[in-house]
């Protein structure tokens, strides 16, 4: 079955403690990106990728980070996690960062700084 | 920039209702333009979309038609459903680097 893996589903930690959620993609797409959905601000985008070791900012990357060191994986990276980055986080693929190219996206991570 | 705009929710309606959601953008070129969905617990899912004005997406009994004139974007369905409950995005993409503008969601709720 085509989709997009993300793990884990809930997570909750302590301030500063660094953590990472993996996402996989199993569509050979080149197209990775990591948004936040925030309650009345819809989603943003934290980092995108356009193929592998190619990845590159969105709208709000700040106390994030990324890599893309094989096509089918594009793990997010806290180094020092903040109560402001509670939130749900949604990883998605495309076939091409072209227009008209939909997104598959992973049932997300719900995660929880304390 | 670009932005999406959409009705606020929630938007509560009877089975068999028929449902609009208003979208509206605002955008620089020649937008492509998405309806996703999201259920409860769930990621979100394309619904559909449509790339050049005037055309018609349609999909599981919804359509939206691209409307450059008034830069809209509405998303209609004739006869609701209970499963149709869920939360439902309007976004729009215009370059090459693949993002996805989001407008704010929708929560439909459908009672019997």
């Known amino acids: 079955e085509a989709q997009v893996t993300q793990n884990p589903r809930y997570l909750i930690t302590v301030t500063g403690k660094k953590l990472t959620v993996t996402c996989s993609q199993n569509m050979n797409h080149e197209y990775m990106s990591w948004y936040r959905q925030d309650p009345g601000l819809g989603l943003r985008q934290i980092y995108y990728s356009m193929n592998v070791e190619v990845t590159d900012k969105g709208d709000v990357p700040e106390g994030y980070k990324v890599s893309r060191k094989e096509k089918r994986n594009f793990p997010l990276i806290l180094e020092s996690p903040s109560p402001n980055q509670t939130s749900l986080y949604f990883c998605?693929?495309?076939?091409?960062?072209?227009?008209?190219?939909?997104?598959?996206f992973g049932s997300g991570t719900r995660l929880t700084v304390v | 920039g670009n932005s999406v705009t959409q009705m606020e929710g929630p938007v509560t309606l009877s089975e068999e209702a028929f449902l609009t959601i208003n979208c509206t953008y605002t955008?620089?070129?020649?937008?492509?333009l998405f309806w996703y969905v999201q259920y409860p617990g769930e990621g979100l899912q394309l619904l559909l979309k449509a790339t050049k004005a005037d055309d018609k997406g349609s999909n599981k009994g919804f359509e939206a038609t691209y409307r450059k004139e008034t830069t809209s974007f509405h998303l209609e369905k004739g006869s609701v459903q209970v499963s149709d409950s869920a939360v439902y995005f309007c976004a729009l993409t215009t370059d090459s680097w693949g993002k996805l503008q989001f407008g704010a969601g929708t929560q439909v709720v459908v009672t019997p």
């Open positions: 998605a693929s495309s076939l091409s960062a072209g227009q008209g190219y939909g997104y598959t």
């Open positions: 955008a620089t070129g020649y937008p492509s």
